[in-house]
């Protein structure tokens, strides 16, 4: 038979952060700040994609000729 009525340290911790007041609010804020961004549609995307420069091989050596 299970023991129901257990929870472990973390699993307390969590429920507690879940009850406090305002923490939900500031949790939706924090995850729009990474998270939630506007929708890119094709002309911008295509736009993005025209003002790519491409990279040259081996940047970080130079294959100036020595005198």
Do not use: C
């Not at 736009?47 to 940047?59: C, G, N």
Request: aromatic fraction near 14%; proline fraction near 3%.
């Amino acid at each position: 038979m299970k023991n129901t009525s257990y929870q472990s340290e973390a699993t307390q911790f969590i429920n507690t952060l879940l009850t406090k007041p305002g923490n939900h609010q500031q949790q939706m804020q924090l995850r729009s700040t990474w998270w939630d961004k506007d929708f890119i549609d094709e002309q911008e995307q295509q736009e993005y994609a025209q003002a790519k420069v491409p990279h040259q091989a081996y940047s970080y050596f130079s294959y100036s000729k020595q005198k």
